[in-house]
């Protein structure tokens, strides 16, 4: 049974950027056909798919955040990360890692607990 869990500051300053690190246990982020994604919620909102890393490490971004956003990975780790450059305030959600069979997915079969992100000064 694959685990993820998330990690990462809870609070972020305006225009800084935001570091989360994914952890994967039970299975490997480079397994055929599988994609490690990143999706938020912002208080009294909807899930928004972000963006994923796939097993074979390209790279799919949401177009409404691709000028300040990259996803990373660390496969002697089992880890992918997510950088969102020039954080504001409607930054603020609570972040998931996941695991997918499809790229954009915002109900995957297999999401971590979630991290809670603030953006505040």
């Known amino acids: 049974q694959v685990q993820l869990q998330e990690s990462g500051p809870g609070l972020v300053k305006p225009s800084q950027t935001l570091s989360l690190t994914c952890t994967v246990s039970g299975g490997s982020i480079t397994t055929n056909n599988f994609y490690w994604s990143w999706i938020r919620q912002p208080p009294g909102k909807g899930l928004e798919w972000m963006g994923a890393i796939a097993y074979s490490g390209s790279t799919y971004i949401s177009p409404s955040l691709k000028s300040r956003t990259s996803i990373s990975r660390d496969t002697s780790k089992n880890q992918f990360t997510l950088q969102l450059s020039s954080v504001t305030p409607e930054d603020t959600a609570v972040y998931y890692c996941?695991?997918?069979?499809?790229?954009?997915?915002?109900?995957?079969?297999?999401r971590g607990q979630g991290t809670q992100v603030t953006v505040s000064s």
């Open positions: 996941a695991r997918a069979r499809v790229i954009r997915t915002t109900t995957p079969p297999d």
